[in-house]
């Protein structure tokens, strides 16, 4: 049986420390490195972040979005880094944000979870506007692959709080119900542990606050450095359940490149403070 | 310059009627159509479906998790089924659902808008829970692709209301909010006309009711058939508006297949009954 996800990072984060590598290979960034923006130019992006993440980074994220926007061989491409890190024994976390209802959804846990999948990712984001309830295929596929899923729940950008702090029928938040529904899912899939369904929670002011500690939960906590947030900033946030964090860095780390032992000596540096204030 | 959506959707609308065909290849209708659940039965479903549509439907809506579920090869597949579809005249509505921020939205515009993008759609729809203000990449690449975007708004699924129903900080609840800034956005980009930002509305009981017509937008109402709604109950939920409705059906029109002439007449069909309720 696979060892559940959050017994998986628990691991990473004690050889490497928390940081999530993110590898998002927008097209600045590949010109940047001297690459060509094509299918060609990801999978040199693709070796260079394997080589980079090798012995300093546990856990890679890599944003869909950049693999997508060069169609079928862009998702080649993606497939490649998956698993080429997988076979590294480097997490995968894939940023999808998917989200439908029913069969849609039973489509795509089959496109990034479990032995089986094409993409055959450790955890994957998904978005809940559709509703979380709807999303059976997801947490149950999750759960059953021994992945991980991150719901999207309080991001760090402004323009999300006009629905995420909007008022649910019983007087709580949007992000409070979606937090109460992740924790009630890992007390049934994971009773008494840390459950296989995280939340993407932004580091920042917590106002109002979230019980973070109560959903036995891990949480995704991107765009550390880059947009705006420092380690000081999650070490506050997550101060609760300091453990339980993985802060994803990819602009910060990645503007060392094209050099991979450069982006690996950031990473390592990023991973040590965290470790000290996490 | 393209024509936009609305005016290319009005052509097919009156040439044909509203209806968008969905194209829907999950595991249970390919076996059922005994094609095999791959790339190469991606195929050939794509063949039967084109065949399908010609001459009956103005308006396909392939969705994306049933060729994502079969990584690379089946995203060739969707990349052939929209270039067969455009080829023949055919609108295609990509059901991609997706959502992010800043620069990850800019790259899914690329991916999915406009005539460089590799999977380049007439329309997408997309999923606002991080924000609408926060998708200018897909607002306005929509608005210069003279392509169409549907926000998901307002679901059918009861799940869905936990959000979609909250109470945002002006008093309004979310899908109101969302509809609002829909009608903003299409003042802006299309002053007096229908706008290039639609909403993805569900026929069914409209409590409280939406301000459908104020919007200037186009409506994807999905589920037709199958997923309980009637073409009486679309009549009503869009009563205000009938002609700025996108009715989708699937499953009720793929169970007359493979055969793709009996397709061909259950959405001849379907097309003349919403001609006489829109």
Redesign the interface.
Known sequence: MTESFPARFARARARYGPLVLGA?P?GPLLRRWQLTDDAEGLQRFTDIILKAADGAAGVIKP?S??F?????????AL?RLIDGARDMGILVILDV????????????A???LGPK???AADAITV????????MDAFTDGAHDAGAGLFV?TR?S?????????????DGG??EH?ILAEIGELNARLAPGGIGPIGAVVGAGEMDPPLDLAGANALYLAPGIGAQGATPEDLARTFAACPDRVLPSASRSLLAAGPDPAAIRDAATSLNEEFRRLL
């Open positions: 998002d927008h944003q979005a950049f997508e926007r060069h169609g079928w061989q862009g998702i080649r497939a944000k998917r989200g439908d209802v029913g069969s849609t959804n039973e489509a795509y089959q496109a990034y999948a094409p993409l978005s809940p506007y559709l509703g979380l309830a709807a999207v991001s950008n402004p323009e999300g709080r006009l629905i995420q702090s909007a008022i649910t029928n938040s949007v119900r």
